[in-house]
């Protein structure tokens, strides 16, 4: 069974239909990576899955169990964490608070302290910021402590809404080697990219998003070699 | 203003001991102000919406502490005791409770159906609401100032000249100064305040964190209610008189006494409303109790105009 099963979703955004009979399929482990055009409906694709933006027709799985019309806030519980597009951290919170939060949802005091350990030690720069106010970082340090905060609630699933955005490159560099590194550990991942030659790199299977339907899928290697993939996305 | 300051200070300076006795009277009252001015504020900074009817909340807890002063067989001039102290606590408790409740409802059936309304819908139902709760306590009580019970000690202490602070006075500031720190730890250290910062922030991100916003709204409402009736009950006990439109004057004083202090600020609350009770005090003292509200709204569009982020106002950059 797969880990994540999004099943001919229909998804209005206002009025806007973004989603029309979108489906995928993420196993555990993977790394899967959805490109389109800006307003494809890939943050949509997110939005629904995490439940901010619920389907009205068809139906998102979690290992087989419904969670469609579930609370955003309970789906974070059964282990899809979310870090959305413009990083969305607390402004006028410490670092240390947000990372608090990102474990909202758990009760393991212990646990909780090792993940925390483990993720500044992932972000080595997050650590430094520790008690700062968020809103003084700098915007690679931003991502980086959305990415530990979306860690801190110990996801089976993390999805990964433009992770490099307006970022330097050597930055961008290290971004992947942590998603590479996240997921080594066990965590799969759902990933939307601008830059979608080096997320189709990082990841296993890729799916094309065009005006809210997949119109392609398959395994990176047969994306990135597709001529029509080269010309739309990848700028070859 | 500058006139105004080249009118005071000589007069000040030339009875000093009148100037500390209103001084002692303004901070009594800015701390009433102040209890009302963080239910204000908190309610704001979390979803946005100048809650009207929050002064009239506020009224609501004298009002229902009445009932429950002669349920508990307490009146007037019995000597205190710490058997009176008791029962004025759990009467207050209870109040607090009650109220919460009503608050909570409040907000479940008037604000959250327009969560996504344009902000005018609740601005506007939150007026009506306030009209709706003083409607109910002048069909309750009647439009007449309302007598209520004299429980706090009567001495003064002597602060030199002629100028005293009573116990009254001591009691009502203390229990200020109680309520805003228990508050300002509990928002930024117990996980609810942290939830409730985070809401007020940005709801999607909350939800992403799993924070239920429905149930962290909620608990706002009933804090703000807690301080707002705990601030009823002080006013009944210092000023002995209560009225169903109280909260209208109270509640617009203390709005004012958010905004000075930077809307949706904790900190900036109490001292704005500090500020806004020796602002009233000395008006009311040296010039004429007349223009007082003139005084008070002045600086609301004052600070409205050139500074609407207010004294505390947020200013960590937003990137």
């Known amino acids: 069974m797969a880990l994540l099963e999004i099943d001919a979703v229909d998804t209005y955004y206002g009025r806007v239909h973004a989603l029309q009979g979108v489906s995928l399929s993420i196993e555990e482990g993977e790394i899967v990576t959805l490109i389109g055009s800006n307003g494809a409906g890939k943050t949509t694709t997110l939005r629904t ?88 970082l700098s915007g690679g340090e ?62 296993n299977r890729g799916y094309v998003l065009e005006t809210g339907r997949i119109v392609k899928q398959g395994p990176t290697k047969m994306l990135l070699e597709s001529p029509d993939v080269q010309r739309a996305y990848l700028g070859i | 203003m500058a006139i105004l300051l080249v009118l005071f200070i000589p007069r000040a300076a030339s009875d000093p001991s009148f100037f500390v006795q209103i001084l002692v009277y303004g901070l009594a009252n800015g701390a009433i102000y102040a209890l009302i001015a963080l239910g204000y504020t908190m309610v704001y900074g979390i979803i946005e919406l100048i809650n009207f009817a929050h002064g009239d909340v506020f009224t609501l807890g004298a009002f229902v502490s009445l009932p429950l002063i002669g349920a508990f067989g307490l009146t007037e001039g019995q000597s205190a005791s710490l058997g009176l102290y008791a029962a004025l606590l759990v009467i207050a408790i209870i109040v607090m ?113 799993g924070i239920d916003i429905n149930r962290t709204i909620a608990a706002t409402f009933f804090i703000g209610a807690i301080l707002a009736g705990a601030g009823g009950i002080i006013f009944g006990l210092y000023f002995n008189t209560v009225r169903f439109d109280l909260g209208f004057q109270a509640g617009l004083f203390a709005f004012t006494a958010a905004v000075f202090g ?29 223009l ?28």
Request: hydrophobic letters at 45%; zero cysteines; aromatic letters at 6%.
């Open chain 1, 49 to 136: 899955i995490s439940g901010l933006t619920p389907a009205s027709r068809g139906q998102v799985r979690l290992r087989g169990r419904d969670i469609t019309h579930l609370p955003a806030a309970q789906i974070v519980g059964l282990g899809i964490g979310h870090v959305p597009e413009g990083r969305r951290i607390f402004h006028r919170m410490s670092v240390r608070d947000n990372l608090v939060l990102g474990a909202y949802r758990r009760k393991d005091r212990e646990g909780i302290r090792r993940d925390q350990e483990h993720v500044l030690t992932l972000f080595p720069r997050v650590r430094q910021r520790l008690h700062q106010i968020g809103g003084t």
């Open chain 2, 262 to 290: 930077g809307i949706g600020n904790i900190q900036g609350a109490a001292i704005g409303g500090l500020f806004i009770g020796l602002v009233k005090a000395y008006s009311d003292g040296y010039f004429t109790s007349q």
């Open chain 1, 142 to 203: 931003q991502q980086m402590l959305a990415i530990a905060r979306g860690l801190m609630s110990k996801p089976k699933v993390l999805l990964l809404d433009e992770p490099s955005l307006g970022l330097a490159p050597i930055l961008v560099d290290q971004i992947f080697d942590i998603i590479r590194d996240i997921n080594r550990e066990g965590t799969t991942i759902l990933l939307i990219e601008q830059n979608a030659t080096k997320a189709l790199t990082v990841s």
């Open chain 2, 292 to 319: 007082t509200d003139v005084w008070i709204f002045s600086i609301l569009i004052l600070v409205l105009v050139f500074r609407p982020t207010g004294l505390l106002g947020m200013r960590v950059p937003e990137k």
């Open chain 2, 97 to 209: 409770l009650i109220l919460g409740g009503v608050n909570v409802l409040i907000e479940r059936i008037a604000y959250r159906p327009l969560r996504h309304a344009p902000r005018l819908a609740p601005l506007i139902t939150a007026v009506g609401m306030s009209f709706i709760l003083e409607g109910a306590m002048y069909i309750w009580r009647g439009a007449n100032n309302i007598h209520y019970p004299d429980f706090l000690p009567a001495g003064r202490i002597s602060l030199g000249g002629s100028a005293s602070i009573g116990y009254k006075d001591l009691i009502v500031i203390a229990l200020a100064v109680v309520f805003v720190v228990v508050l300002t730890t509990f928002i930024n250290r117990s996980k609810l305040g942290k939830a409730m910062r985070a809401t007020a922030q940005d709801q999607d991100a909350a939800q992403l964190m």
